[in-house]
């Protein structure tokens, strides 16, 4: 079954910075958009950021821009997000995901199990 693994999560103060990393299982997912969702606890969840297949494209929630940058390695068949500048407000569960990409909006079809992300202050 194919699958989409996260890591990279942990522990850090605000202002430090983090490096999720998310491997899909075999070829599968190679081709797909891909992006990043999170989830607070007693909050919704939320986008992050996404990028194209070709990762030529990108974009980011408002809350996260100039700060998280998501890139691809289609070799590796991987995606990653990087963190900076993290503030407390970023602590969630986060998510990868493979799915489709139209030009500013991302539809998510497939999920990791995600990987958790705490800011303290």
């Known amino acids: 079954q194919a699958q989409l693994v996260e890591s990279g999560g942990g522990l850090v103060q605000a202002g430090g910075s983090l490096r999720l990393s998310c491997a899909a299982s075999?070829?599968?997912f190679k081709w797909h958009a891909k992006g990043w969702f999170r989830q607070a606890p007693g909050k919704e969840r939320?986008?992050?950021?996404?990028?194209?297949?070709?990762?030529?494209?990108?974009y980011y929630a408002d809350s996260v821009k100039g700060r998280f940058t998501i890139s691809r390695d289609n070799a590796k068949n991987a995606v990653y997000l990087q963190m900076n500048n993290l503030e407390p407000e970023d602590t969630a569960l986060y998510y990868c995901?493979?799915?489709?990409?139209?030009?500013?909006?991302?539809?998510?079809?497939?999920w990791g199990q995600g990987t958790q992300v705490t800011v303290s202050s």
């Open positions: 075999g070829s599968t």
């Open positions: 995901t493979a799915g489709r990409y139209y030009t500013t909006t991302y539809s998510a079809d497939y």
């Open positions: 939320e986008f992050v950021a996404a990028t194209s297949w070709s990762g030529s494209s990108t």
